[in-house]
């Protein structure tokens, strides 16, 4: 979703659950998707891409997921852990080499 | 790591003035983007430098500027510095060039505008 100023979405899980995070990008011509990781004090960390002519692909313990047709991103981590924790972008390659990013989702894991 | 650094870490400055910012990319890398992000932000795109030419650039004002050496490595200069500039920059670098390279970011510099 949108987010103003600091006021990210957020997603709260149990060590051990399954997380979903979403993101709705806006070039239906955008034909490559990323997504980062970003700690306090870091700078963004790849996690996973994903290119237009596929609709899901799946990393250790990541999986991506894109629907074309809903212009939605959603990324899914396995067995999610307390170092999992941080803010979480995805990015399209919105025009030529233009990365455009999206808000930002900040996951938080509870112990 | 990424391979990727950026100097200096933190840097104060007033309104008015000039910086300029650093990045080294990765080993093998001869593209570098450079990337500004508000507190709360995701990235915003500024440029991209591949081989020395700037390779596209974002919807930011000619006050910044950039460079890319022969070794790859790149400045980013702003000057006439605004409060709005506070922010971390980041820069990034991949391989070639290509829209659909994955770009590998440097812990960035935050810099304070007063």
């Known amino acids: 979703g949108e987010s103003v100023g600091l006021h990210l979405p957020t997603l709260s899980v149990q060590e051990g659950d399954n997380s979903i995070i979403n993101c709705a990008y806006s070039?239906?011509?955008?034909?490559?998707f990323i997504w980062y990781k970003q700690e306090s004090g870091k700078g963004p960390q790849f996690i996973i891409d994903?290119?237009?002519?596929?609709d899901k692909r799946q990393g250790q313990r990541v999986t991506v997921l894109l629907n074309k047709t809903v212009k939605h991103l959603s990324l899914q981590i396995a067995a999610t852990q307390p170092g999992d924790s941080a803010v979480y972008f995805c990015?399209?390659?919105?025009?030529?080499?233009?990365?455009?990013f999206g808000a930002g989702t900040r996951l938080t894991v509870k112990p | 790591e990424t391979g990727v650094t950026q100097s200096p870490t933190h840097l104060i400055k007033t309104r008015g003035q000039q910086v300029t910012l650093r990045c080294s990319s990765q080993?093998?890398?001869?593209?570098v983007s450079w990337y500004q992000q508000a507190l709360g932000q995701g990235p915003q795109f500024i440029f991209q430098?591949?081989?020395?030419?700037?390779?596209g650039r974002g919807n930011f004002p000619p006050r910044f500027s950039g460079l890319q050496f022969p070794n790859y490595s790149s400045e980013l200069n702003v000057n006439a510095l605004e409060l709005d500039d506070s922010a971390l920059y980041l820069c990034?670098?991949?391989?070639?060039?290509?829209?659909?390279?994955?770009?590998?970011f440097g812990p960035g510099t935050r810099l304070l505008v007063l």
């Open positions: 080993s093998g890398h001869n593209t």
């Open positions: 990034a670098s991949s391989p070639g060039g290509s829209p659909q390279e994955t770009q590998y």
């Open positions: 070039n239906s011509a955008s034909d490559y």
């Open positions: 990015a399209e390659n919105f025009n030529n080499n233009d990365m455009r």
């Open positions: 430098y591949y081989r020395e030419e700037e390779n």
């Open positions: 994903i290119r237009s002519n596929m």
